[in-house]
Each structure stands twice: as C-alpha cells, then as structure tokens.
C-alpha cells in the first residue's frame, strides 16, 4: 500500500473514532501497535481533531471570556505538540531514507513529507465535517447543495495531495529529492524568545 493510501485510512479511523466519543478530552485510543508508523499518524490527527473541535468552541459568541482564554492557551499547547508530532514523522522519514544517496543534481521539495500529510490529515477532518454538512437535515437546500460542491473539491485536493505524497517520496527514494528536517522554532511558547514572557522576569 502506497503511503497516502495508508496515511488517508489511518486518519480516516481517527477522525471515525474520535466522532464516536466526540469528547476533547479523550485520550486517542491505541488501535495500533505502539511505535508504529500508524500509531504516530492516529495520535498526529487525534491531536488534530480535538484541535478541531477546540476552535469550535472557541467562537461561541456568548463563551465566558475567562474560558475562552483557557481554551485559547490550550489551543496554543495543541499547536505546539502537532508541530512536535509533524518534526517526529519527518524524523522517521529522515531515518527511512537514511541509506539514500541523493543524486548530483538533486533537488529539495517546498515542504516536507511530514508537513504534507498534516495537510491531508486536516483533509480527511474538512471532509468528514463538509459530508456531515451536506447530509443535514435541518438546512436550506441552497446550503445543503453548496456544502456538496464544497466536498466534491475536496475529495479532489485529497486525490491530488495523495499522489503529490507518493511522487515525492519515490523522487527521495530515488535520490532524485533530498530532504531536510527543519525545527519551527516557534519563539512564543518559548518564555526565552518571547519578549512578553522575559519581559516580566524580575
């Protein structure tokens, strides 16, 4: 099975298993063998999900402000662990095409195949929710129509993502790409990096 094929499953289940509970502060259950690669994708989209669900609730016009905050400062731990999960996929892909020898004129890709399959794990939760859309009940049939056509085009971006995965990780196994694994560096969780936070050390 080609990577995206396995990648678009494993999310698939995730987003699945995360709607059965639909709770954000359920763990993700381990439905796969620890340390596998279908282990780091589930928990990469479960963390995605609840993220998901998190920016949801946040936009309740009528949420109490001390709450939206607490879920704003929670919201920013998730970013951080989903960066944190996306460099440990590039490192196992890193670690996979170890033995590579990229050729001479060897080019590097725009993103990592890491940072690609977050998009299509963000994919398969913008599709489960556009379906969820376009099945309603309850809404306009000028809603329920659009909400078709929105889904249609993203099945479509999930068609070209998946192939674009698998083209570039058969160009770095063939030595034809070369990658990288770049730490974000994010400076504002950072209390040595953010003026806001060393700003008020004493």
Not at 23 to 38: M, Q
Not at 129 to 141: F, I, K, L, P
Request: glycine residues 2%; contains cysteine; negative net charge.
């Amino acid at each position: 099975m080609k990577t995206a094929d396995l990648a678009n499953n494993v999310f698939d289940a995730s987003v699945r298993e995360y709607h059965r509970h639909d709770d954000i502060n359920l763990s993700a259950p381990a439905l796969y063998d620890e340390g596998s690669f279908e282990r780091i994708l589930f928990e990469k989209n479960w963390v995605d999900a609840v993220q998901w669900h998190l920016e949801d609730i946040i936009r309740d016009p009528e949420i109490d402000p001390s709450e939206a905050l607490e879920l704003k400062r929670r919201i920013d731990r998730s970013n951080q662990v989903r960066t944190d999960m996306v460099e440990q996929i590039d490192s196992w892909f890193r670690d996979r095409y170890a033995g590579v020898t990229p050729l001479p004129d060897a080019t590097i890709n725009t993103e990592s195949p890491a940072w690609a399959l977050d998009r299509l794990s963000i994919l398969a939760l913008k599709i489960w929710h556009m379906r969820e859309q376009a099945e309603r009940t309850d809404a306009s049939e000028e809603h329920i129509e659009r909400c078709k056509g929105k889904l249609e085009i993203l099945l479509e971006q999930r068609d070209d993502l998946s192939t674009a995965i698998d083209q570039l990780l058969e160009d770095i196994a063939a030595g034809r790409k070369y990658m990288k694994v770049y730490r974000q560096m994010k400076m504002y969780n950072d209390p040595a990096t953010n003026p806001v936070l060393y700003g008020k050390k004493d």
